[in-house]
T-cell receptor, first 113, second 111 residues
Framework: EAQVTQNPRYLITVTGKKLTVTCSQNMNHEYMSWYRQDPGLGLRQIYYSMNVEVTDKGDVPEGYKVSRKEKRNFPLILESPSPNQTSLYFC????????????FGPGTRLTVT | QQQVKQSPQSLIVQKGGISIINCAYENTAFDYFPWYQQFPGKGPALLIAIRPDVSEKKEGRFTISFNKSAKQFSLHIMDSQPGDSATYFCAAFLNDYKLSFGAGTTVTVRA
């Protein structure tokens, strides 16, 4: 089944404790992206990647890191999480030719206390 | 600052009625305007998309109307069904691979 998977689905952590949210897709997509969803703000793009080893900042990159060492994986790293990073996070992927047609993962609910 | 402004925040419609969601943008460099549908507990899924050189696009009961001069576009859901109850996001895509979303509209269709 073609899909984007994220792990973990739920995570509660404390301020300052480094964490990684994994994202993997099995559709051979070149483009991958991370978003956060907050009430009243919709989805905001954090980082995106056009291909392996090519990443760029979205609208809200502060406090986040990403890497793209393999085509199928695009992990999101929070080096020192803070409470304002409590949010619902989505990973998405698409073919480079139709980057607006993105396939989203199921989401990761992160709570930072 | 939200690059795409969406309204209303929520709406309730009777089964068989028409749901209308409106969006506006400022950046004329946007070159694609997709709409995404999100059910509770799920990720968004592409519903329909339109280019700015097209004034209307229809797929089944879903229609996008696009007014380039006014920098506005809207989604019409005809013959709304309870299964259409979801949150709808308009979005705008820049050819530098950035996708900007509106704040979302929660649609509730009453049987």
């Amino acid at each position: 089944e073609a899909q984007v998977t994220q792990n973990p689905r739920y995570l509660i952590t404390v301020t300052g404790k480094k964490l990684t949210v994994t994202c993997s897709q099995n559709m051979n997509h070149e483009y991958m992206s991370w978003y956060r969803q907050d009430p009243g703000l919709g989805l905001r793009q954090i980082y995106y990647s056009m291909n392996v080893e090519v990443t760029d900042k979205g609208d809200v990159p502060e406090g986040y890191k990403v890497s793209r060492k393999e085509k199928r994986n695009f992990p999101l790293i929070l080096e020192s999480p803070s409470p304002n990073q409590t949010s619902l996070y989505f990973c998405a992927s698409s073919f480079a030719g139709v980057p607006y047609e993105q396939y989203f993962g199921p989401g990761t609910r992160l709570t930072v206390t | 600052q939200q690059q795409v402004k969406q309204s209303p925040q929520s709406l309730i419609v009777q089964k068989g009625g028409i749901s209308i969601i409106n969006c506006a943008y400022e950046n004329t460099a946007f070159d694609y305007f997709p709409w995404y549908q999100q059910f509770p507990g799920k990720g968004p899924a592409l519903l329909i998309a339109i280019r700015p050189d097209v004034s209307e696009k229809k797929e089944g009961r879903f229609t996008i109307s696009f007014n380039k001069s006014a920098k506005q576009f809207s989604l019409h859901i005809m013959d709304s069904q309870p299964g259409d109850s979801a949150t709808y996001f308009c979005a705008a895509f820049l050819n530098d691979y950035k996708l900007s979303f509106g704040a979302g509209t929660t649609v509730t269709v009453r049987a």
